[in-house]
Nanobody, 122 residues
Framework: QVQLVESGGGLVQAGGSLRLSCAAS????????MGWFRQAPGKEREFVAH????????YYGDSVKGRFTISRDNAENMAYLQMNSLKPEDTAVYYC???????????????WGQGTQVTVSS
């Protein structure tokens, strides 16, 4: 059983940056692909990015490609989401999640954090 805890959210102006962190415990972190998802009020949960177990491959949703970077540190059991050039439409609760396989489908992720709020003001 893997427990995930996100941190690093907050309020930032448009064009600014934030770095989200996801701390994992209770399992073998390197056995899981990691993903970031987000959910804005009244909208469905949206895929943001994922990274393979080794960290050797990443994939991004179209709305964040070129602005966000996902990474991981298996020695520290951490995953990260660096968010640059933030836009008001990036405002959402951001979740990290762990999956045994690499996928963009949220239903395939077994473990989820509680989420961290990101608010981008215009």
């Amino acid at each position: 059983q893997v427990q995930l805890v996100e941190s690093g959210g907050g309020l930032v102006q448009a064009g600014g940056s934030l770095r989200l962190s996801c701390a994992a415990s209770g399992g073998t972190f390197s056995r899981y692909a990691m993903g970031w998802f987000r959910q804005a009020p009244g909208k469905e949960r949206e895929f943001v990015a994922h990274i393979t177990r080794s960290g050797g491959s990443t994939y991004y949703g179209d709305s964040v490609k070129g602005r966000f970077t996902i990474s991981r540190d298996n020695a520290e059991n951490m995953a990260y989401l660096q968010m640059n050039s933030l836009k008001p439409e990036d405002t959402a609760v951001y979740y990290c999640a762990a999956s045994p396989g690499i996928t963009t489908w949220s239903s395939s992720y077994n473990y989820w954090g509680q989420g961290t709020q990101v608010t981008v003001s215009s």
